[in-house]
């Protein structure tokens, strides 16, 4: 059974950083994709930024070039570097993951497609 275990949040001035960890445990499919997802108060969950098993990434228009994720597949971890971090990006923070039928296909950043999904970490980016 897949297990994802976030952490990383916190509260940070508008321009700071932080670094958000996703701990995967029982992950045993090779074509898998993972995703960092948000949800601000009274709004949808939407996707920020996805990354394929190998290795390609994609993300949100509102924050690229400001985040990064990326994964260390040794120890099972995903990451999201935030950077010039603006209140706008105030928000629970997801990890989530699902199984790609085929490799060819690239991941995509749909809430209703990953299958298994953290229990989030909080964000909070004061002006």
């Not at 690239?106 to 002006?127: D, E, H, I, K, P």
């Amino acid at each position: 059974q897949v297990q994802l275990v976030e952490s990383g949040g916190g509260s940070v001035q508008a321009g700071e950083s932080l670094r958000l960890s996703c701990a995967a445990s029982g992950l045993t499919y090779h074509l898998g994709c993972m995703g960092w997802f948000r949800q601000a108060p009274g709004k949808e969950r939407e996707g920020v930024a996805s990354i394929s098993s190998e290795g390609a990434t994609s993300y949100d228009d509102s924050v690229k070039g400001r985040f990064t994720i990326s994964k260390d597949n040794a120890n099972n971890t995903l990451h999201l570097q935030m950077d010039s971090l603006k209140p706008e990006d105030t928000a629970i923070y997801y990890c989530a993951t699902y199984a790609r039928p085929y490799g060819w296909l690239a991941c995509v950043r749909s809430v209703s497609t990953y299958r298994t999904w953290g229990q989030g970490t909080q964000v909070t980016v004061s002006s």
